[in-house]
């Protein structure tokens, strides 16, 4: 009689490009393999059942402590630890910026190096999220894209990328075409500086301050 069932699981959905051996002969002897969805990713030569399932997220969390309704008019580039996924994220973010006026915030680095300082997730998040755009051109679709999640979570407009939320949370950015983004870009700046500038609530409060 069986008492365990054994579960061979990764949440990376690429098995078999990069995982060593070892990992591939774990999932193999499985009694079931899952993994994140991936709609991309060819899973046949396994010829196992494989059981899809979302990454969980603590949503109620991250709204209750760091969404706001008032962001700063700020682009936070954020950059992936490898290397290969940043793309032009940089390049791109301080182009706008400077094209637009718009200051670029980044994790600070250590000095002549790629890699970032250590930082805790509540202190990072509290780097990004009060930024109003939010910058990741990760050309990855192999990825699922779990930051992306929490910065649809605090409100935040997330522009390029190629990982999977990318394209279900922001689907009209989900490319790394520069011209596609600064199109969209410069369409979201003017409905944000409409609202800033027009909307109801805004000449409300004009009018209470006369009084």
């Not at 630890?81 to 973010?93: D, Q």
């Not at 790629?114 to 202190?123: F, L, P, V």
Request: charged residues 20%.
């Amino acid at each position: 009689m069986k008492v365990a069932v054994a579960f061979g699981g990764s949440v990376s959905p690429d098995f078999k490009s990069w995982y060593a051996k070892g990992k591939e002969k774990y999932l193999f002897n499985g009694d079931t393999i899952h993994t994140v969805y991936n709609p991309i990713f060819n899973y046949c030569y396994l010829n196992k059942k494989i059981n899809f399932f979302s990454s969980p997220h603590d949503i109620e969390y991250v709204y209750d402590n760091f969404y706001t309704e008032v962001k700063d008019n700020a682009i936070f580039a954020y950059l992936p630890n490898p290397i290969h996924r940043r793309g032009k994220t940089i390049e791109f973010a301080e182009y706008i910026g400077k094209k637009y006026n718009i200051p670029v915030v980044r994790k600070p680095f250590t000095n002549g190096s790629n890699d970032a300082i250590h930082m805790s997730w509540e202190d990072f998040t509290n780097l990004w999220s009060p930024c109003l755009w939010h910058f990741n051109l990760d050309p990855s679709e192999l990825q699922q894209g779990q930051h992306i999640v929490a910065v649809a979570n605090v409100g935040s407009i997330n522009i390029g990328g190629m990982n999977e939320s990318h394209k279900l949370l922001f689907p009209e950015t989900a490319t790394c075409d520069l011209n596609i983004l600064e199109e969209k870009f410069v369409e979201y700046y003017a409905w944000n500086k409409l609202n800033e500038l027009y909307s109801i609530d805004v000449v409300k409060k004009q009018l209470l301050n006369m009084l």
